[in-house]
């Protein structure tokens, strides 16, 4: 009889099988408890053969796999025999052909003994999530990973963007600047304090840096626990299967593997104008920078750039933003705005429709003195700006154009250097994955990049069939007033189901921490995009408030149920806090109605 389930899902399945063949020199699907499979499970380890086991009866879709080969191979039993890519049959075909000299053969046959199972390339969340759970599954293992240093001189350990330059430094100090304004609030609280209250820049570098090299030395720790052989060598393809590693006093070395997952990542993109790299930092350099960087001029209006913007601020220096066109790219345009004004009313300057042509130093020193010319991009205007530092935060761009990607043939997108995969982030040359930032069209985003990871090697070495789904992931921007969100922004809700399909509830609303020292007063904004279509369910999830990481993770994973309106409305709340809005919304954007909380 023929597989159970669609077409689509017996095709995956046929295509698991058949990448399984092509990456295992023996290759044995089996039932734990079967006699049959425990006996040539014997025969190659007494004739010291590695063999990678699919055991069927331990897989929650078994069933199928074992339909697939008997359309496939004719076999319905196990175990079901492979070796290098030659269909063996069952237990006394096996035995017959060891007996006969034909295993023997077949095993000698094989082209190239790599050297690895599987060669990660890049120290990231994601690589560090793949190369361990590779290894647990009893694969050899290398990861390799090189931090080029930023034209200022800065580099870090392991552990990629999110733990040294991005998510981990960023959220700390944004902490900062939250307690500067928690220390304004208590006086309101009744706490007296007479001392004047300043930030020392060099003990939150210091204490940051410190903990980030803690978490260095145990994703090294970890790596070593799990026999994942760990080299910081710059990796290359040199041909098929093939990389070149190079250390940072420029030995070379050579590996080999079966397969390989880039999970290389981006660095910051520069302005290409005179002075940017000479005298201009990037979020590479901020969270090292071992001086207070003064007063700040921030190019850009990414989730990096005003993240940034928004922490310097609050730890009490003078800070512009320079914006080119809008804030938040990508993100919903409503929210991103509300963001911005809550930053310009809270001492964050703007300089909008201007875009950076020269940077000058006037004077050295820790920090020094610069000058920024920028013009108009809309009129013929020309303004002039002194800075102590410029940071540029416009972008990242993938880390691909260096590894030898075209010597084995990897596509890659020539606008922007990232890489099309298939659903099972395979590339276009079959032995070849990547997972993370440097994926096109997808997430860039840690956490996607770990369970993507760990996903992947499943899929690899263990005959595990799921794929990471990188719809509605949660994620937040931590600007001082901060935005979480889940699915679609308002602009794509209604280019996917259309305006008359989409409903839109929203609220004002002012956090009762707020209320006694008097601060923003209904300046925190959320919304829900409901489709009509669907029994109202919500499609888009946006809040604009405190902690907001912590209240949209747990809409995320309601939003994974497929939670609608009326689910919302049946939800009773937590009182009093933030999060409550989401159960209690009424006004929808359409009656126009006003949306201004007057209290609890």
Not at 296 to 303: E, F, H, P
Not at 385 to 402: F, K, M, P, Q, S
Not at 492 to 512: C, D
Request: aromatic residues 8%.
């Amino acid at each position: 009889m023929p597989p159970t389930g669609s077409s689509s899902e017996r095709d995956e399945i046929k295509s698991r099988i058949e990448d399984l063949i092509e990456s295992n020199q023996v290759l044995v699907f089996s039932k734990s408890y079967c006699p049959y499979c425990i006996q040539v499970k014997g025969l190659f380890t007494d004739l010291n053969v590695n063999f990678h086991a699919v055991e069927l009866d331990l897989m929650d879709n078994g069933a199928n796999f074992q339909e697939m080969l008997l359309e496939m191979t004719g076999q319905k039993t196990v175990p079901n025999v492979f070796v290098n890519k030659t269909h063996i049959g069952g237990c006394d075909k096996t035995i017959q052909a060891h007996k006969d000299g034909m295993l023997q053969k077949l095993l000698e046959e094989v082209n190239e003994v790599y050297d690895y199972d599987l060669i990660v390339i890049g120290g990231g969340s994601g690589g560090l999530a793949c190369s361990k759970e590779a290894s647990v599954l009893g694969k050899k293992v290398m990861v390799l990973d090189y931090v080029v240093p930023t034209p200022k001189g800065t580099t870090w350990g392991l552990g990629g963007t999110c733990v040294n330059v991005g998510c981990i430094p960023k959220k700390l100090m944004h902490q900062a600047a939250l307690l500067g304004t928690a220390l304004k609030d208590s006086r309101s609280f009744g706490w007296e304090y007479e001392e004047k209250v300043t930030h020392n820049w060099d003990t939150m570098k210091k204490a940051i840096t410190s903990y980030i090299g803690s978490l260095n030395w145990g994703y090294r720790v970890q790596l070593r626990d799990k026999n994942v052989n760990y080299v910081n060598s710059y990796a290359e393809f040199v041909e098929s299967h093939r990389i070149k590693a190079t250390n940072k006093r420029g030995k070379e070395t050579f590996h080999t593997a079966a397969k390989f997952v880039l999970a290389t990542g981006e660095r910051p993109r520069y302005l290409g104008i005179p002075g940017d790299k000479e005298y201009c930092i990037t979020s590479d350099d901020l969270f090292y920078l071992p001086y207070c960087p003064g007063k700040t001029l921030v190019v850009g209006a990414s989730y990096v750039a005003l993240e940034c913007a928004g922490f310097l601020a609050g730890i009490g220096l003078d800070v512009t933003v320079m914006v080119r066109s809008i804030f938040l790219r990508g993100f919903d345009q409503e929210m991103a705005n509300r963001a911005g004004d809550y930053m310009e009313e809270h001492g964050v300057k703007f300089i909008k429709k201007f875009v950076p042509t020269k940077a000058k130093e006037l004077e050295k020193g820790t920090p020094g003195r610069l000058k920024v010319t920028a013009k108009s991009t809309e009129t013929d205007d020309v303004i002039e700006g002194e800075y102590n530092t410029v940071l540029i935060a416009v972008g990242r761009d993938a880390c691909t154009n260096t590894i030898g990607l075209e010597k084995v043939g990897v596509k890659v997108n020539e606008k922007n250097g990232k890489i099309p995969v298939n659903d099972e982030e395979q590339t276009n040359v079959p032995y070849i994955y990547a997972i993370g930032d440097i994926l096109d069209g997808k997430w860039e985003l840690t956490p996607v990049a770990i369970h993507a990871g760990k996903l992947l090697a499943r899929r690899l070495f263990e005959g595990s069939s799921l794929k990471c789904d990188y719809v509605n992931v949660p994620t937040t921007v931590f600007t001082p007033l901060e935005y979480g969100c889940c699915g679609l922004s308002e602009e794509k809700a209604v280019e996917l189901y259309g305006e008359e399909n989409i409903e839109v509830y929203h609220s004002l609303f002012w956090p009762l921490e707020c209320t006694v020292p008097g601060r923003d007063n209904n300046k925190c904004y959320s919304k829900i995009l409901c489709n009509k279509l669907d029994n109202e369910r919500v499609v888009g999830f946006h809040y604009l408030g405190p902690n907001a990481g912590e209240v949209t993770q747990g809409f995320g994973a309601a939003m994974k149920c497929g939670i609608t309106k009326e689910l919302l409305d049946g939800t009773i709340g937590i009182h009093p806090t933030c999060a409550e809005i989401f159960t209690t919304m009424e006004i929808t954007k359409q009656s126009g109605a006003d949306i201004t909380q007057k209290g609890c």
